[in-house]
């Protein structure tokens, strides 16, 4: 009965490593995903959603001629969550946190679009480059609070973790 119980450890053993070697080694041969050393600057979906910088997802623009207010998005489905003070948003004349899908979005509301494109466009880069400390399990370390951001019309969304977190968003909302 001894050896029966080694033999199983030593199995499920060898099952756990083989399936950890197989699901770790996928790698990727497309241009632009980061394996081949070339920027990734693609298309997101056909609304004209373009990133641009040197990370797929990182910052797009979209519907320059769109007029949004927060309305629209919470009708969308967008939970607000919260509204933030304007002392460090220059030109902004709303600013509200909230969530869809289970992500966090916020959303800046500026009088244009131009005026998104250069106030808040300059603001949302501080933002995903901001880091905060996290007291999580043993020790601290430091986490991005969002992954990405899109100007679209007179807003600019912080996205959680990527520019499809808040396109998702976009599309629910009629053009």
């Not at 450890?9 to 081949?36: K, M, Q, R, Y």
């Not at 489905?77 to 946190?97: H, R, S």
């Amino acid at each position: 009965m001894l050896i029966n119980a080694k033999s199983i450890f030593a199995s499920l053993l060898v099952l756990t490593v083989a399936s950890f070697v197989i699901g770790c080694g996928s790698a990727s041969d497309e241009p632009g995903d980061g394996g081949d050393g070339e920027p990734a600057v693609a298309a997101v979906d056909e609304n004209a959603v373009v990133t641009i910088g040197d990370r797929a997802e990182l910052r797009a623009s979209t519907r320059p001629g769109s007029v949004f207010t927060i309305d629209d998005f919470i009708e969308a489905g967008w939970k607000k969550n919260k509204e933030w003070p304007l002392d460090t948003l220059p030109e902004a004349t709303g600013a509200y946190f909230g969530f869809y899908n289970r992500k966090d979005i916020e959303i800046r509301v500026y009088p244009s679009h131009d005026v998104a494109m250069a106030a808040g466009r300059e603001s949302a880069e501080m933002a995903i480059e901001t880091e905060k400390l996290s007291g999580r399990g043993a020790g601290f370390s430091s986490v991005t609070l969002y992954g990405a951001y899109v100007v679209a019309g007179n807003t600019v969304m912080l996205c959680e973790i990527s520019v499809t977190d808040c396109t998702d968003l976009l599309d629910q909302i009629a053009q």
